[in-house]
C-alpha cells in the first residue's frame, strides 16, 4: 500500500521556469509533511516543510501548497536553475516521536539552460 | 543545526562478511533511529526503526538476523549487515530524531554498499 503518492516521475523545466511536483496522502492522522531534495550519492537534505494548520509555506524560490480537504500537497520552485536538478521527495508522518516518513517515490528533475 | 554523522560513506566488501555503518547524532540526542535502504532511482524504504536501549522494529520483509540494529546510547546507532550477498549492494541511510525533535528529521549522507 503507497501511502503516499508522488507524480511526476521525472520533469524537465527550462531555466527560470517554474518546477511543480505533485503529491497526495491517504492516512489522515498525517500531520507533517516535509519534501527532500537529494543529490546522487547523498542523503536527502529537508527543503521546506508544513503543517496542516496552513495552507502554504513559502521560502525563498520554494512554496509548497496544502490542500487538507483534497489531501493533497505540492512543491513549487520559482525561477528554477540548473542547480535545482536533484531528485525530489514528499514525505508524510504522524505526530510521534518514534513514527518514521514514509516517503513519495520521488521525482527526477531537470532543468535545463 | 543538527547533525547526523554516517560512516563509512563508501564499502566494499566481499560475499559471507559483515559490514557495519555507524551513525553518530553530534549535537543531540537521537532517542529514535530510522533506517532506510534505497536502489537505484529509487525511493527510501524503510528497514527498521529503533529506541535507543530498546530492540529494533523490523519491516515486513527486513531479516533481522541479516540487518543487525544497535542503539544502545543516544548518540550512536549501528547497523551491521552480516554475511553479505552481492543483492545487498545498495544505499543506506540512517535518519534521527531527538526528544525535543518537533517533527525534525536529521538524515545522515549515506553508505554505499558494494558486496562483490
Known amino acids: 500500500q503507497q501511502q503516499v503518492k508522488q507524480s511526476p516521475q521525472s520533469l524537465i523545466v527550462q531555466k527560470g521556469g517554474i518546477s511543480i511536483i505533485n503529491c497526495a496522502y491517504e492516512n489522515t492522522a498525517f500531520d507533517y509533511f516535509p519534501w527532500y531534495q537529494q543529490f546522487p550519492g547523498k542523503g536527502p537534505a529537508l527543503l521546506i516543510a508544513i503543517r496542516p494548520d496552513v495552507s502554504e509555506k513559502k521560502e525563498g524560490r520554494f512554496t509548497i501548497s496544502f490542500n487538507k480537504s483534497a489531501k493533497q500537497f505540492s512543491l513549487h520552485i520559482m525561477d528554477s536553475q540548473p542547480g535545482d536538478s536533484a531528485t525530489y521527495f514528499c514525505?508524510?508522518?504522524?505526530?510521534?516521536?518514534?513514527?518514521?516518513?514514509?516517503f513519495g517515490k520521488g521525482t527526477r528533475l531537470s532543468v535545463i539552460a | 543545526g543538527a547533525v547526523v554523522s554516517q560512516h563509512p560513506s563508501r564499502v566494499i566488501c566481499k560475499s559471507g562478511t559483515s559490514v557495519k555503518i555507524e551513525c553518530r547524532s553530534l549535537?543531540?540526542?537521537?532517542?529514535?533511529m530510522f533506517w532506510y535502504r534505497q536502489f537505484p532511482k529509487q525511493s527510501l524504504m524503510l528497514m527498521a526503526t529503533?529506541?535507543?536501549?530498546?530492540?529494533?522494529?523490523?519491516e515486513q520483509g527486513v531479516e533481522k538476523d541479516k540487518f543487525l540494529i544497535n542503539h544502545a546510547s543516544l548518540t550512536l546507532s549501528t547497523l551491521t549487515v552480516t554475511s553479505a550477498h552481492p543483492e545487498d549492494s545498495s544505499f543506506y541511510i540512517c535518519s534521527a530524531r531527538g526528544q525535543l525533535a518537533n517533527y525534525g528529521y536529521t538524515f545522515g549522507s549515506g553508505t554505499r554498499l558494494t558486496v562483490v
Open positions: 549535537d543531540f540526542q537521537a532517542t529514535t
Open positions: 529503533s529506541n535507543e536501549g530498546s530492540k529494533a522494529t523490523y
Open positions: 514525505a508524510a508522518s504522524r505526530n510521534s516521536g518514534n513514527t518514521p516518513l514514509v
